[in-house]
């Protein structure tokens, strides 16, 4: 019986061992060839696309989502759907944000080219497998920084680009990032109007229960002796 339970316990801890290395084993990293292929991607679409230096030269590395309904000839024109941006140099080196097998989610910083009056801009940018070679899929802002010779550090996010933070969508005299006097004012007048409305019926009510049942407010008469 001995021998027959030490096989058993022996299978049971390597089942556990291998469910265990199962999920390491399957989760998704990046080869160096991978991250090769990925930062070749990168700057070709950035020292051409972005930089509008040559649209065209970048149309192969640019997944059809970020295209939709665009061809080459168009493209190349250089009315493309990519934020425009002066990066300065010929490689960009990112950072991971996260990677699954159908995409990876990075963070990329660019830096203008010197006199050009903006700021460094950090981008998320996404890239996916297709056949060998990575296309770009998704490329946008997440947030500014100020020039690099200006007197007062600045940085704005996505959050600052938001229509409250514009002004788009402000009634009254609100501040930034605060909801206009006119949509507090509008619920606390709907209210005050039911309140009033449900005591002036209570009031009417009672006037007319009171005249109903008479001066001894409605008493019964005693019974007959």
């Known amino acids: 019986m001995t021998a027959t339970f030490l096989p058993m316990k022996l299978v049971a801890a390597a089942a556990v061992v291998l469910a265990l290395a199962a999920p390491a084993a399957a989760a998704p990293h990046l080869t160096q060839a991978d991250r090769q ?27 059809p989502e970020m295209r939709p309904g665009i061809g080459r000839k168009e493209w190349a024109r250089g009315d493309i759907p990519v934020y ?30 010197p006199h050009s009056k903006v700021g460094p801009i950090i981008f998320h940018i996404y890239l996916r497998p297709a056949h060998g070679r990575w296309l770009v899929d ?15 550090a600045k940085v704005r996010s996505v959050a600052d680009f938001s229509p409250q933070a514009s002004g788009g ?7 930034p990032h605060r909801l206009s006097t006119a949509y507090l004012a509008l619920p606390f007048g709907l209210i005050t109007a039911v309140l009033l409305g449900l005591a002036g019926w209570g009031v009417i009510h009672a006037i007319r229960s009171r005249r109903l049942q008479g001066p001894r407010g409605g008493a019964l008469p005693p019974f007959p002796r």
């Open 138 to 152: 998704s490329f946008m802002p997440v947030a500014t920084l100020a020039p690099l010779d200006a007197k007062q």
């Open 37 to 63: 292929g990925i930062t070749r991607a990168i700057d070709l679409f950035v020292n051409q696309a972005v930089t509008r230096a040559n649209p065209a030269a970048a149309f192969n590395v640019v997944a």
């Open 169 to 175: 969508v402000q009634l009254g005299a609100a501040g």
């Open 84 to 113: 425009p941006f002066p990066a300065r140099g010929k490689t960009h080196p990112w950072n991971i944000l996260y990677v699954t097998r159908e995409e990876v989610g990075l963070e990329l910083e660019l830096i203008p080219r």
